[in-house]
């Protein structure tokens, strides 16, 4: 893990290209759990999770810093 405005890469397992586990016999994808996490908030499943990372997106990305939330039609 780097400092407060670096990306904090995903070393596991993945989906695609983000980072994924394995919770209470279902996936979890690690950025959005990371944001939840951060902030205290169990977000609708409808809700995306996204990056802005400095170098662009950064889908292994888990630095709450990085994330924001989305809709399905891309509004924040």
Avoid at 22 to 32: E, I, P
Avoid at 38 to 50: A, F, H, T, Y
Avoid at 55 to 65: K, L, R, T, V
């Amino acid at each position: 893990m780097g400092g407060p405005s670096d990306c904090w890469v995903w070393k596991a397992g993945f989906v695609g290209r983000y980072g994924s586990f394995w919770l209470d016999k279902r996936s979890v994808l690690a950025h959005r759990l990371a944001f939840e996490l951060w902030w205290g908030i169990d977000l609708p499943s409808w809700l995306q999770v996204c990056h802005d990372c400095p170098g662009g997106d950064n889908p292994a990305c888990c630095n709450p810093a990085h994330l924001f939330v989305s809709d399905a039609m891309g509004h924040a």
